[in-house]
């Protein structure tokens, strides 16, 4: 016998709960790193063709949505040993380097 | 949506040709005023003898409006794809057929040129109506105002959902009418070819009593099958229903015989359920249709009427077993596609809509992904009766504008209202599968955008709880967060996920091939799938799709080349040592096609779409040639793109040249050989997905690769050298055609040498001359950058081929077509509409 599936909605919306956050090249979004100017500046110095991508109009809506790590098709510096560098400065920042949300 | 609405939700779905037996016979009174007389019924066509107008109009929303000098036309009508003005002789002129250079949606909407336009209709109805009339528009692009003798009935923003108005309080009963529609696409607001003005069909519902069954009140749902048959629910809302009245739902088989039926007394809602015996189940390879017929009535009158097709099919996901259709495993073959009609525009058609699911169909595709909004019931209708599965998608934008004048602008007012008419007039094809709300949206992983994510999923799995909601995400998901018992999906409160897909049962990923694996270890029970991905990547996509059951399929970016997003599947020549430079992503004027389709702007077959042949088992063997560059150069894709190769040995001018072969096979060795010689062997190794190059010397004459597995040929395929060009060939896809207005007849056009074979590098002016009751309403080719117009009697072939379409004038009889052109044979074809 098959029994056809059912997705019921659900009672009402409550926020869902932030998980700890530590920032990096693979769970911070481009945003994330633009709204910590130190962070930003490690970015951009191990990889500074990132600046033209995230100041095109057409990638300006997106920047939530990409990681750096999205976009390495377009950066031909960006290689595993560039990230590594730029994640172990990252870790280094303060805690309070927390991205806006 | 604004104004004076039906309630969309609340009305019938009145698919295309659904009770058109109830007729409207135009009136041929003033010749300058087209007027049509409606009789009682639903779904009456309402597609003829509107006038049109481009550009502004001052007043001609009200009845005494002279209108005699616009222009009459029928619907389905786009007027972007329209000349702008003659064709110029200068190569450089800025406008070329109905493209502009300055048009303001530039590359994204492919040059062409939106606008204000206006249509108005005359019409009358015999005997008045008691009850209550109603008109139906299946989609305006966009932004229209509609007024019924000078009230205004109502404004919508959406181009693509359906929308009715009450025209019952503003009727002038017996007498003339004068319905009037105002149509802006203005501004930046459209990432692709959107088409302008009444672009779908438009049918009135003339009912002869207040009470009615509801607009879209019919809903099927197939709880279970098994035990020699298949238990269906039947709901079916009924407005101002008043004391006995009864509903009477039927179910037919394909062959017409009554398997089902029942009769309850009439409430604001009911629901019947009912037990159909030994069920043929629809699936993508048997696609059967049931029909249910809904009938409204008091004691043997029927008041209302509502035909239904139904599929009986279960469909389940899980990250286990992957997806299942009647419980056998499936993958979601699948393509991406916008909703114009190449060298028709964005104009509805039927026929065209048929033939780009036959298309899809003969290219092995099961599933497609219209983008990223509600298609035409004629196009989910067609998908139903070929079993093409379809991820139904709404919204390319929510709050956030990826262009100026875009749909984020009306979001907040409308979504729920343009959401509810996606599903709820959609909610009855078998074909739909699942639902996504959304594109890569901009705010998707910021607190509001996950709000809205719930909201959106939430109401959609209270319109239609038997059908999973995805999305489709690119980039990064974003953090991870929990939701709680209140908001979770069942099952899942209290587990951690990402916020672009915490509320989302099935997730689509963009282009994130190289995400699958590692998130499917983060994410065990998370099904995925690719809602896009480059064309390039399909061995590679497939190859991890068969292993993987919880990966259900991938979706090329796209199936079809369409218009707009101009070039962004181009290939482009750079010198040799640029070629690992960052690919070009968008095309410059004259560029107007994306050009990432599998299948090209009039139907024929691309490279990418031969190597997908043989990852999906269409074919065991496919070859292209890649098209000699001049010295020093090579040819670099874009992401969407695809080398310039073509299946063919004929490159005049590169005698002696070595050229790239590749070859796309199942086999695991492969032979070349030129003119019967043997140039080499090779073999397919797992790692090379299917594809392997060889370097062969161009020489006239044969180029033949056999392809072998296990020591055993298991097929051959043969590129021959083609002749001068000699003649044109016409050859119409069918030898019948309908005679409606609503019928189109598609008549291929080709460049061929001596032998019959056609020239595939052919570039001819050809003059069409038509005689016989078909206008010629498109004519063109392929080519991705703008040449010209597509609807004059002449064009230039591209590839060796064009396209010319026909629209029957509405009587039978016999259409005569010839072509010509200068220093060939003509060709020539006839059919019979009948």
């Known amino acids: 016998m098959l029994i056809a599936p059912c997705y019921p909605p659900a009672v009402a919306f409550e926020q869902p709960v932030s998980a700890p956050y530590v920032l990096s090249l693979e769970t911070a979004s481009l945003a994330d790193l633009m709204s910590v100017p130190a962070a930003w500046a490690i970015v951009l110095r191990h990889l500074p063709s990132l600046q033209p991508i995230v100041s095109a109009p057409m990638m300006k809506p997106h920047l939530g949505n990409f990681t750096v790590h999205s976009l390495a098709a377009f950066m031909p510096g960006a290689k595993p040993e560039v990230y590594a560098a730029i994640d172990e400065e990252l870790a280094r920042l303060p805690q309070a380097a927390e991205p806006r949300r | 949506m604004r104004g004076m609405l039906v309630d969309r939700r609340e009305v019938l779905l009145a698919t295309a040709g659904a009770a058109s037996a109830l007729l409207i016979s135009p009136s041929r009174g003033r010749a300058m005023q087209a007027k049509e007389r409606a009789r009682t019924g639903r779904g009456q066509p309402f597609d003829l003898d509107w006038r049109f107008r481009r550009g502004e109009v001052e007043g001609a929303q009200a009845p005494g409006f002279d209108d005699g000098a616009w222009r009459k036309i029928d619907l389905p009508h786009d007027w972007s794809i329209e000349d702008l003005q003659p064709q110029p002789s200068d190569p450089e002129a800025p406008i070329r057929g109905p493209f502009d250079r300055n048009a303001i949606g530039g590359t994204a909407t492919g040059f062409t040129v939106g606008g ?21 528009f299946e989609g305006v692009y966009m932004d229209s105002d509609v007024w019924l003798n000078g009230h205004h009935l109502g404004a919508h923003v959406c181009g693509y959902t359906p929308f009715a108005y009450d025209l019952t309080p503003h009727l002038a009963a017996g007498a003339d009418n004068v319905l009037a529609v105002r149509v802006r696409n203005l501004g930046q607001n459209s990432r692709w070819y959107s088409g302008s003005g009444i672009y779908r069909h438009v049918w009135l519902d003339v009912l002869p009593e207040p009470a009615r069954i509801a607009r879209w009140g019919v809903g099927i749902v197939v709880r279970r099958i098994g035990d020699g048959g298949a238990d269906v629910e039947i709901s079916t809302r009924v407005q101002q229903h008043g004391a006995g009245l009864t509903v009477l739902s039927r179910v037919r088989d394909e062959r017409g015989r009554v398997v089902a039926e029942g009769t309850v007394a009439a409430a604001a809602q009911v629901t019947q359920s009912m037990r159909i015996p030994s069920p043929r189940l629809w699936s993508p390879d048997d696609p059967t249709l049931y029909m249910l017929e809904s009938q409204l009535r008091r004691g043997a009158v029927v008041l209302d009427r509502a035909s239904t097709p139904l599929g009986i099919r279960i469909v389940t996901f899980d990250a286990q077993r992957g997806m299942a259709i009647n419980g056998v495993p499936t993958k979601l073959r699948g393509g991406c596609i916008h909703h114009d009609n190449g060298l028709l525009g964005a104009a509805a058609f039927d026929a065209a809509e048929e033939r780009k699911v036959q298309l899809l169909k003969a290219r092995g595709f099961n599933a497609v992904r219209p983008s990223h909004n509600l298609f035409s019931p004629a196009f989910l209708g067609a998908c139903d009766r070929h079993g093409l599965m379809v991820v139904e998608e709404t919204f390319d934008v929510w709050r956030e504008h990826k262009r100026p004048e875009d749909y984020a602008a009306d979001f907040d007012q409308d979504w729920r209202d343009d959401l509810a008419a996606m599903v709820q007039s959609a909610r009855n094809h078998p074909s739909i599968i699942m639902w996504s709300i959304g594109n890569e949206i901009p705010e998707r992983n910021t607190p509001s955008g996950v ?384």
């Not at chain 2, 204000?116 to 008109?135: A, C």
């Not at chain 2, 003119?675 to 299917?690: F, I």
Request: hydrophobic letters at 40%; one cysteine or more; a neutral charge.
């Open chain 2, 116 to 136: 204000e336009g206006w249509y108005r209709k005359r019409f009358s109805l015999r005997p008045p109506p008691k009850g209550r009339v109603e008109i139906l």
């Open chain 2, 451 to 834: 709000e809205t994510q719930w909201r959106l999923a939430n109401e959609v799995h209270a319109l239609d709880p038997t059908r999973p909601v995805t999305a489709a995400i690119n980039g990064f998901a974003g953090r991870l967060v929990t939701p709680s018992a209140n908001t979770a999906r069942a099952g899942f409160a209290g587990i951690a996920d990402q916020t672009s897909v915490v509320f989302l049962d099935l997730v689509g990923y963009n282009y994130k091939l190289a995400d699958y694996e590692s998130d499917h270890r983060r994410f065990p029970s998370r099904v995925l799938f690719g809602t896009e991905s480059f064309p390039k990547d399909v061995a590679a996509i497939w190859d991890l799709t068969e292993r993987s059951p919880w990966l259900i399929g991938d979706f090329v970016w796209t199936a079809m080349d369409y218009l707009g997003e101009a070039g962004i599947g181009a290939s482009t020549l750079v010198s040799a040592d640029a070629a690992g430079s960052p690919r070009p992503q968008m095309g410059a004027w004259p560029w107007v096609n994306a050009f990432c389709g599998d299948i090209d702007l009039i139907g024929q077959q691309k490279a990418p779409s031969r190597a997908r042949d043989v990852v999906w088992g269409v074919s065991a063997l496919e070859m292209g040639v890649q098209r000699p560059a001049p010295e020093g150069k090579v040819d670099l894709p874009a992401l969407w793109g695809w080398h310039d190769e073509q299946a063919s040995w004929s490159w005049p001018g590169a005698e002696g040249r070595a050229l790239t072969v590749r070859i796309y096979t199942s086999g695991d060795q492969v032979e070349l050989r030129l003119n019967e010689r043997l140039l080499d062997r090779k073999a397919v190794a797992a790692a090379d997905l299917k594809r392997i190059e060889f370097t062969a010397p161009y020489e006239p004459g044969v180029l033949e690769a056999i392809a072998f597995r296990e020591g055993r040929e298991i097929a051959r395929k043969r590129l021959s050298t083609v002749g001068a060009p000699a003649a044109i060939r016409l050859t119409p896809e069918r030898p019948m055609g309908g005679r409606s207005r609503g019928d189109l007849s598609y008549v291929a056009v080709e460049i061929v040498d001596g032998a019959g074979r056609t020239v595939l590098d052919a570039s001819r002016r050809v003059e069409l001359k038509i005689a016989g009751p078909a206008q010629l309403i498109a004519f063109g080719s392929a080519n991705p950058v703008a040449v010209g117009s597509y609807q004059s009697f002449t064009a230039r072939t591209w590839s060796g081929r064009a396209l010319a379409i026909l629209r029957a004038r509405g009587h039978a009889g016999r259409v005569e077509l010839e072509a010509s052109a200068e220093g060939l044979r003509a060709g020539s074809a006839g059919l019979h509409l009948a």
